[in-house]
């Protein structure tokens, strides 16, 4: 089985699972790196999963461009596209991602994947971007995304709790990153047929049993060699539900 630039693409707006989902997609064969982010304790007690190397570049882009991961509204007033590429290309953001972590990462029973809420800010910018980059003497294939939803009342309860915002604030925060996941990168996933994967948060750590083996099938329909060795599907899927049934809403 031939290597291939298959990529993974967990967003979200933050706290609404994200971290959870990138885990799972780790123990269901996903390379996340060895560069991640590790979070507080009582928040993330297993860690972000972020790759630092491209969050750090995610955050230079968004301040580039006046915005802080969460205080976001610059993104409905400035020339999205042609403002955001530019900050990507500037940091050398495609290096990054293909040079360092696909080529690296992807083998034939694994590929690269990574996580960032922040991504729900430029991801149709990141999705068109690979979609149309050649790689390896092949054209990039299109990149596979989970977008993980949360009711916006609970996020904000989770950004007091863990960030010490005002209620206004971390209603703010939500309802600024559902928004622009719903009018813009929704849409966009859509007209260009883009496989993605809606997860909602309540219905995962109440039905992992369920909904794991969905994000399970998905991956593996997509980006079959996860599904190899085949000895190893049932023990992956196993750990990827235990680990999501010791936390609570």
Request: hydrophobic share 40%; glycine share 2%; proline share 5%.
């Amino acid at each position: 089985m031939a290597v291939t630039d298959k990529i993974v693409i967990i967003t979200g707006c933050h706290r609404s699972g994200t971290s959870l989902t990138a885990y799972i997609c780790s123990e269901l064969g996903v390379q996340l790196g060895n560069n991640l982010l590790v979070g507080p304790k009582f928040s993330n007690p297993d860690g972000h999963f972020e790759d630092l190397d491209l969050l750090n570049i995610h955050d230079k882009v968004l301040l580039e461009n006046h915005m802080l991961w969460h205080n976001i509204d610059k993104a409905f007033h400035i020339d999205r596209y042609n403002d955001l590429l530019r900050s990507l290309d500037k940091h050398n953001y495609w290096y990054v991602l293909y040079e360092q972590k696909i080529k690296k990462y992807n083998t034939i029973d694994t590929c690269f994947g990574y996580k960032d809420p922040r991504l729900s800010v430029f991801l149709d910018i990141v999705v068109d971007k690979i979609r149309r980059e050649k790689r390896y003497d092949n054209i990039i294939n299109t990149p596979v995304i989970l977008l993980c939803w949360r009711n916006p009342h609970s996020i904000a309860h989770s950004l007091i709790k863990r960030d010490h915002f005002t209620l206004p604030k971390a209603l703010s925060v939500a309802a600024q990153y559902q928004f622009i996941l719903s009018t813009v990168i929704v849409p966009h996933l859509i007209r260009h047929n883009i496989p993605t994967l809606h997860i909602q948060f309540e219905q995962l750590v109440r039905r992992p049993d369920k909904i794991v083996p969905v994000i399970q099938s998905f991956l593996y329909k997509y980006i079959p060699q996860l599904a190899h060795p085949k000895q190893l599907l049932e023990h992956r899927l196993q750990k990827a539900i235990n680990i999501v049934r010791v936390r609570e809403l």
